[in-house]
C-alpha cells in the first residue's frame, strides 16, 4: 500500500491529499505532457524537529528548466515556499519522497503546448530503499534510450516514461531487478530512472550528458565527492562490454541513491566495491546533515 502523506499543494494551497483530483480529460494524461522532479527527505536522525532535502536548489532548477520544455514557467521561490510549507503541514516522521508536477491541465483535445492551461501540484510519499542495497540484477534492455532530438531528455517529461516503463517490465518479467539502455549510437545510456557509474582500474568513468542521459542530481553529486576524494572521474561514451569487465558498476538516483550491480544479463560482478562504498557513506553522512563541508546541499526545515 502506498503511504501518501495528509496533504498536497493544489491550486497553490495545501489541501487533503483524498481532495486533489483533476478530470480524466486533462490534457497531461493523454499526452504525456507534463514533468516532474523527485526527491527525498528524511528527519534529521539528531533532532526529529527537523526535517532534511537533498540538493533543494539543484532539483528546483532542473524542475524550472523541465517546466520551460512545456513552454510554462514555474518560478523557483514559488516551488521552493510550497515544498516547505507541505513538509510544515505535513510534519512527516519518517523518510519521504517528495513529487512535484508540473503539467497540462486544460481540458482540450489538441497535442500542443501553446495556448494551454498549465498547473503545478506535489504530493509526498513514504519511500525507504527503491531497490535493494545489496546489489541489483539487470538485464541489457532491448528498448533503445531515446535522442535528445525526439524530445527534452534533460528535463524529466513524463511521456519519456515510456521507454522506462517497457524497460523496468521487460527486465523484471524476464527475472531481472532492473534495466539497463543502450542509447541510439549503441552506447550505454543508463538505467529506467538512474544514472551509472563504472570503475576501471580506480578510475571512475560514467557515460558523459551527451549520451542522452538525464542529467541526474545524484550523478553530479557523486562526480563532485569523487573529485574531492582525489579520484580521476572521466565522462566519456561507455561500451557494452566494458560492463561484464569492470571492478565495479553502481547506479545512482534520488530513489535508489547508490547501488551496486551485481549481476549483469548472466555475468556476476563481485568485488570488494570499495570506491562504491567510499561515496556511498559520504553521501549517506551528507544527506543525514552530519558533513559540515557539505551543509550547504542540505536544506533544514523546522517542522514545530
Ligand atoms: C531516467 C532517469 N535517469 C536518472 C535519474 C537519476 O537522477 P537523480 O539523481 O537526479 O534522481 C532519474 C531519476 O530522477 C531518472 O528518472
Redesign the pocket.
Known sequence: MHQFLPYAWFNGECIPFAEAKISIATHALHYGTAAFG?MRAIPNPSDKSEFLLFRTDKHIKRLTQSAKFLLTELKEDYVLNALEQIIKINKPDKPIYIRPFVYTSDLGIAPRLHNIETNFFIYCIELGDYLSPDGVTCRMSSWTRQEDRSLPLRG?ISGAYIT?SLAKTEASLSGFDEALLLNSRGKVS?AS???LFIVRDGDLITPGVDQD??E????ASVIELARSMGLKVIERPVDKTELFIADEVFL???AAKITPIKQIESTKLVGERKIMKKLKSKLIEITEGRSKDYDSWITRIKLN
Open positions: 523527485g524529466k522506462s543508463e530512472g538512474m544514472n542521459i538525464l541526474g542530481i545524484t550523478r545512482t538516483g534520488t
